[in-house]
């Protein structure tokens, strides 16, 4: 960015700051809310608890001029984010209070027409218990994601067979730019593999889903295997989730196994022992020791294969994409192999 580029914003930020008053909170820990807890601070942080205030942000968006010249982050549960160790030059939007409301609402067949509104905020292991408690089924993947609804759409989370495409029917955002928003069927999400066609300004106020009735004690069954399997396979500490996505046909964790990678540190970051597609960050320890790893891990997998690795986390603040350069030499990085618009095959967070 250039100086005058970099001037522009700041003056939009202040601006911003200054209509915002007594909600903004300025200079805001975000690394430290993100499950990495890792990273610098967000410029400007709001907290947003009912559509009213996504709307009065949208509008203060807009009548400061900072709409378009300030960049939006939507912080669910901080649960797929790599803050730089600079932080985010821009606003950062927590949804929160009735934006993670849940309802139930009966619809046609008693058996097993069944639709749940759960609001963006709403954490998705919190949405499996309560609908499993509910005498739901459906829903019982989410257990083990540790993010919340409105993460869910953004990157069609998913694991253990299922998906966000598997069972979203309908769903509301505000959109801070004013470009789009509004209520629609899931079809306008276009969700693809971890994709959606959700900007990065647009706050998911609720969403509808497809659930059957079931009985209560198979789902908590169902939902203690799956916590049981995270913890036999997955690492705890201080991490994001799967790194990077997997190929298709293969797995992520499979092939920096297959290059010997598993325990390899890089300053306060290594991969994890147990699983290869998790990078671990120390306590205290620094975002760029975790990218630096990212970008050595994917460097070997494609230098040993030929597959280009491509990253699952959302980096933010690290200005351009730091994993866009191919480890081959070969131009622009290629695709995986998933494409972008399906959601066949592998669909699983937990590989």
Same mark, same amino acid.
């Given at each position: 960015?250039?100086?005058?580029?970099?001037?522009?914003?700041? @003056?939009?930020?202040?601006?911003?700051?200054?209509?915002?008053?007594?909600?903004?909170?300025?200079?805001?820990?975000?690394?430290?809310?993100?499950?990495?807890?890792?990273?610098?601070?967000? /410029?400007?942080?709001?907290?947003?608890?009912?559509?009213?205030?996504?709307?009065?942000?949208?509008? =203060?968006?807009?009548?400061?001029?900072?709409?378009?010249?300030?960049?939006?982050?939507?912080?669910?549960?901080?649960?797929?984010?790599?803050?730089?160790?600079?932080?985010?030059?821009?606003?950062?939007?927590?949804?929160?209070?009735?934006?993670?409301?849940? /309802?139930?609402?009966?619809?046609?067949?008693?058996?097993?027409?069944?639709?749940?509104?759960?609001?963006?905020?709403?954490?998705?292991?919190?949405?499996?218990? +309560?609908?499993?408690?509910?005498?739901?089924?459906?829903?019982?993947?989410?257990? !083990?994601?540790?993010?919340?609804?409105?993460? /869910?759409?953004?990157?069609?989370? !998913?694991?253990?067979?299922?998906?966000?495409?598997?069972?979203?029917?309908?769903?509301?955002?505000?959109?801070?730019?004013?470009?789009?928003?509004?209520?629609?069927?899931?079809? +306008?999400?276009?969700?693809?593999?971890?994709?959606?066609?959700?900007?990065?300004?647009?706050?998911?106020?609720?969403?509808?889903? /497809?659930? #059957? +009735?079931?009985?209560?004690? =198979?789902?908590?069954?169902?939902?203690?295997?799956?916590?049981?399997?995270?913890?036999?396979?997955?690492?705890?500490?201080?991490?994001?989730?799967?790194?990077?996505?997997?190929?298709?046909?293969?797995? $992520?964790?499979?092939?920096? @196994?297959?290059?010997?990678?598993?325990?390899?540190?890089?300053?306060?970051?290594?991969?994890?022992?147990?699983?290869?597609?998790?990078?671990?960050?120390?306590?205290?320890?620094? $975002?760029?020791?975790?990218?630096?790893?990212?970008?050595?891990? #994917?460097?070997?997998? $494609?230098?040993?294969?030929?597959?280009?690795?491509?990253?699952?986390?959302?980096?933010?603040?690290?200005?351009?994409?730091?994993?866009? @350069?191919?480890?081959?030499?070969?131009?622009?990085?290629?695709?995986?192999?998933?494409?972008?618009?399906?959601? !066949?095959?592998?669909?699983?967070?937990?590989?």
């Amino acid at each position: 960015m250039t100086p005058s580029a970099m001037a522009t914003r700041r @003056e939009a930020l202040s601006a911003l700051a200054s209509r915002l008053g007594a909600r903004a909170r300025l200079d805001a820990p975000l690394g430290a809310l993100t499950t990495y807890r890792v990273g610098g601070n967000a /410029a400007v942080l709001v907290d947003a608890g009912s559509e009213d205030d996504l709307l009065m942000l949208a509008d =203060a968006l807009a009548t400061s001029g900072a709409a378009g010249r300030v960049p939006v982050l939507v912080l669910g549960k901080g649960s797929n984010l790599l803050v730089a160790d600079s932080g985010f030059p821009g606003l950062v939007v927590r949804p929160g209070g009735a934006l993670g409301g849940l /309802a139930f609402q009966g619809v046609g067949d008693p058996v097993s027409g069944t639709l749940v509104r759960a609001g963006g905020a709403l954490g998705l292991p919190v949405l499996a218990r +309560r609908t499993v408690e509910a005498g739901l089924q459906g829903l019982e993947w989410a257990v !083990g994601i540790p993010g919340s609804v409105g993460g /869910a759409l953004k990157m069609n989370a !998913g694991g253990h067979g299922a998906d966000t495409a598997s069972c979203i029917v309908r769903y509301r955002t505000v959109d801070l730019g004013r470009e789009g928003g509004g209520e629609a069927d899931a079809s +306008r999400l276009a969700l693809g593999y971890r994709s959606s066609a959700l900007s990065d300004a647009e706050v998911v106020v609720w969403a509808d889903f /497809a659930v #059957r +009735r079931g009985e209560r004690e =198979a789902g908590r069954a169902l939902v203690s295997q799956i916590v049981r399997w995270r913890r036999e396979h997955q690492p705890g500490g201080s991490n994001a989730g799967s790194v990077f996505t997997n190929p298709l046909g293969d797995s $992520a964790g499979r092939l920096v @196994e297959a290059v010997g990678l598993k325990g390899f540190r890089l300053g306060s970051a290594r991969v994890s022992e147990k699983h290869g597609n998790f990078i671990l960050a120390d306590d205290g320890g620094a $975002a760029s020791d975790v990218v630096a790893l990212m970008a050595h891990v #994917r460097r070997k997998v $494609a230098v040993a294969t030929g597959i280009l690795l491509r990253p699952e986390v959302k980096l933010v603040g690290f200005g351009p994409d730091l994993l866009a @350069e191919n480890p081959l030499g070969e131009g622009p990085m290629a695709d995986d192999g998933r494409g972008s618009g399906a959601t !066949g095959g592998a669909r699983r967070a937990d590989t």
